[in-house]
């Protein structure tokens, strides 16, 4: 069995970055944010500081990470996928969806003065970030579990037996 070594480790890339990045989204939304709240003023300032300081290089090198592996992943589903109106339609969705979810990790770990409004109401955009991000996972999830109709598959393997 040829195993296409290549797609193996843009899945995992993938699949881990997304598992580190939502995940950790999720936990600073729900849990870091409203356990913080409950200290000082200075400590929770203090906090806030460390925890971006740190959580900037994952949002950074997860987005390049995204990037790399999804436009690999898409380049290697356009073949499989051709005349499938309804999948490109769905990945289109989801890759809008994640350069906005890309744009407000990047601005909340950011220091630009423009951005300064979004960062005073973190909790508020964090979330909404996670929910975004839920759809991306259930775009993906689905497009994924629906596979390739049988009728774009005919229409690939008559292609192929043309040329
Ligand atoms: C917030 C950012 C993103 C998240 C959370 C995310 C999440 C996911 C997940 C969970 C899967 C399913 C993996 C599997 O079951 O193997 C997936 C697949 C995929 N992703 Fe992403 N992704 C993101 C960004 C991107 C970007 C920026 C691109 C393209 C430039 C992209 C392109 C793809 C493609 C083409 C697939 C395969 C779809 C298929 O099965 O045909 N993703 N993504």
Redesign the pocket.
Known sequence: MDVPILDVIS?FV??F??IT??GGSVFMAFVLGPSANELGEEAHNKLREQVVKRWKKFVHGGIGL??L???Y??M??IPK?KGDGL?HGL?GT??I???G??FLASALVGRSKAFEGMRAQRAKWLKILVLL?AV??GI??F??VRGIPAKVAEAAAAAAATE
Do not use: E, Q, W
């Open positions: 899945r993938h699949v970055t997304a990045l939502v995204f990037l592996s999804g436009v992943n898409y290697a589903m996928h999948y990945v989801k890759i969806l994640a350069l979810i890309f991000a991306v996972v993906s999830g497009v994924k």
